[in-house]
């Protein structure tokens, strides 16, 4: 019969209407009513009203689905810790003397004029093929830093380059398993005022800013292009 809505529409539309305890609960009657109370656009209404709540916009950031990335506003935290928790935070003059120090000539230095991709614009300024990873452009406005990627200081009197995990923990990346969007003002004036910070690029089309410098390492890191 024409206008009948099935069990299913009308499963859903009870479910969207449930609060998060009682959804839970619904998932454990059987398969089917897990499979519909599971469903992405159930679980990203309960996001958006979280972040509601709490004044946030709601985004699916790396959670695989919003019922996980509902989990993860309400636990805090998506993944296990890579490595245990210390019981002392190291000083910035511990992290600082812990670096490793890259040596100059493995790196060549490229000043970006225009707004180019930087696949384009490193295969143009060296005539040699773009090896992803190599390159390390100079962070300059507030991104997302992924965990993988790694990232350099460059002195800015002596032109000396570092490396290493402290680095992370210099510029504030203290938890080292997420990515976090951090602005430039943000970091520790120790580090911002005497250090250029330059960030691992991990792709081909990534858009490069105007009237930055860019590092590109000249020895291959065995990287392969994606």
Request: aromatic content about 10%; hydrophobic content about 35%; glycine content about 4%.
């Amino acid at each position: 019969m024409a206008g009948v809505l099935s069990d299913e529409v009308v499963l859903l539309e009870i479910f969207r209407n449930l609060d998060v305890y009682n959804l839970c609960q619904a998932e454990l009657v059987c398969s089917r009513w897990k499979d519909i109370a599971s469903c992405n656009s159930v679980w990203k209404q309960k996001v958006e009203i979280l972040c509601k709540s709490r004044k946030t916009k709601p985004y699916l950031g790396r959670a695989a689905d919003w019922k996980t990335r509902y989990k993860q506003l309400v636990c805090g935290r998506l993944y296990p810790r890579l490595v245990p928790k210390q019981a002392r935070k190291p000083t910035f003059e511990e992290n600082l003397s812990s670096l490793q120090t890259a040596p100059s000539s493995d790196f060549i230095e490229l000043m970006v004029k225009s707004k180019r991709p930087i696949k384009e614009f490193i295969q143009f300024a060296t005539g040699k093929k773009y090896i992803v990873g190599n390159a390390y452009y100079l962070h300059t406005k507030a991104e997302t830093i992924c965990a993988t990627k790694k990232i350099l200081l460059r002195d800015k009197k002596t032109q000396h380059i570092y490396y290493g995990s402290a680095v992370r923990e210099l510029i504030g990346l203290v938890k080292g398993t997420a990515d976090w969007n951090l602005h430039p003002s943000k970091f520790d004036p120790r580090i911002t005022d005497n250090y250029h910070i330059f960030v691992q690029s991990k792709s081909v089309g990534r858009m490069l800013v105007p009237r930055t410098q860019l590092l590109y390492k000249t020895k291959s890191e065995e990287t392969n292009e994606r």
